[in-house]
């Protein structure tokens, strides 16, 4: 299984938008929380976590499909982990 980490920022967004956007994302199977060395953290806002046997192509147009359901613009990054470290993380 593949891990990536997706940011996601709505142009022109109010909260309702981001709060609409985590739904939309949960629904399409990203986690905003994290686990490092057994401890569960949040993910910093409008950030997620995927994990699946996919590719970043994949991960993108699942992202850009929770964006489209939001009815506004916005810009998604993905990047696939190899590993991960946190710090100065809230414990979810």
């Known amino acids: ?5 997706t ?3 709505l142009h022109n967004a ?7 956007l985590h739904s939309e994302m949960e629904k399409r199977g990203f986690d ?3 686990k490092a060395e057994g401890v569960l953290y949040k993910m910093p806002d409008a950030s997620y ?18 964006v489209n359901a939001t009815g506004i613009g916005g810009g998604i990054v993905v990047t ?3 590993g991960i470290l ?4 809230k414990k979810a």
């Open 14 to 20: 109010k909260s309702e938008d981001y709060e609409k």
């Open 1 to 5: 299984m593949t891990r990536f980490s």
């Open 7 to 9: 940011r996601v920022e």
């Open 32 to 34: 905003r929380t994290i």
């Open 86 to 89: 946190v710090s100065g993380l």
């Open 80 to 82: 696939q982990s190899a």
């Open 49 to 66: 976590i995927y994990d699946g046997d996919v590719d970043a192509n994949a991960v993108h147009d699942k992202a850009r499909a929770a």
